[in-house]
């Protein structure tokens, strides 16, 4: 099922949230929005569900406008609000039965079997939600979202302060549930969009700055200029480095241990050892520092 964002822009009061954004996303993508804190993925989420009205521009979800003030494009998205917000007073299966009471689905309680089955919230399923730990409680976050079967899934930031076991088995299981879906997630984590995205969309104070294939996003940072670790064991000075025409920048990371990024396209690895020779030094380390689309990231929204 697509989605269409045309010429997004949203203004709080004078604050302009969103600049101008648009991209299509189609059947079966799995897209990570990244962008720094404040960058405007959450007020694009909300726009994209329905529940903030854009200042200009049109979305549409399966040729559907999204907007506010409609209903029909409802049943397509599921959307796992940030920060999850839950009623802990509720128990489980209550709360489900909720939910799937707002879609006015049928067979509710074979529904809520389901997706219960499908999150691995079987042995917490008469709890309740208030007495979950966060990886459960963002399993029902997740169950809510699928009730009512929708073809597309928002999800902000659904990993967020999980331990690395919760946030293993949470990943496993967004994209299990990503099967013949269509999926918008955002987050922090660089090596998460890697893992289960195959497109990036970077945003950076409510522009749209990056788009593409996690492969296309290293490509255009490696056009950037390749990196290299640089260490010997004398004493040097990133002065005597900088002055290396081959150098456009050095960064001194932990004592002694030099980032240094080629002013070209050329491989500089081979001048860095004539210049280690010609300078008598001791070569400890030489190697090109894999790009990643981290160091994009920061290229990007610094
Ligand atoms: N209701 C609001 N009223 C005024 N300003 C808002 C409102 N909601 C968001 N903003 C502002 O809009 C900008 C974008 O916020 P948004 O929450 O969309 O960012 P984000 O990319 O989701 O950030 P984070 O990674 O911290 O969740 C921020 O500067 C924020 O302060
Ligand atoms: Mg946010």
Avoid: W
Avoid at 283 to 297: A, D, G, I, M, P
């Amino acid at each position: 099922m697509s989605i269409q964002v045309e010429n997004i822009t949203k203004k709080y009061g004078q604050q302009i949230a969103l600049n101008n954004v648009s991209f299509e996303v189609k059947t079966g993508e799995i897209v990570g929005f990244l962008g720094p804190n404040g960058a405007g993925k959450s007020t694009l989420m909300k726009i994209l569900t329905g529940f903030l009205p854009a200042t200009s521009g049109l979305a549409s979800v399966a040729g559907l406008a999204v907007h506010p003030d409609r209903t029909d494009f409802r049943a397509h998205i599921g959307y796992l609000p940030e920060n999850n917000p839950l009623y802990p007073e509720m128990y489980v299966r209550e709360y489900l039965a909720m939910v799937a009471g707002f879609y006015k689905l049928k067979k509710t309680a074979q529904r809520i079997g389901e997706v219960v089955e499908m999150t691995g919230l079987s042995p917490e399923i008469s709890k309740k939600i208030g007495a979950l730990s966060k990886g459960y409680r963002q399993r029902v976050g997740l169950a809510q979202a699928l009730i009512h079967q929708p073809d597309v899934l928002i999800l902000d930031e659904p990993t967020t302060g999980l331990d690395p076991n919760q946030l293993d088995e949470i990943r496993r299981l967004i994209v299990a549930i990503s099967k013949n879906k269509t999926v918008i997630l955002s987050t922090h984590i660089m090596q998460e969009v890697e893992a289960i995205c195959n497109r990036i969309i970077i945003i950076n104070k409510g522009l749209l700055v990056a788009d593409g294939t996690p492969q296309s996003i290293k490509q255009l940072s490696e056009s950037s200029g390749q990196e290299v670790v640089f260490m010997v064991k004398e004493p040097l000075s990133q002065a005597q480095l900088a002055g290396l025409s081959f150098v456009s920048n050095v960064e001194e990371k932990t004592p002694g241990e030099f980032h240094l990024t080629a002013s070209d396209t050329d491989d500089i690895r081979p001048k860095l050892f004539r210049f280690a020779v010609e300078q008598q030094l001791t070569l400890l380390t030489l190697s090109e520092k894999q790009k990643s689309v981290e160091n994009l990231f920061r290229e990007l929204t610094r």
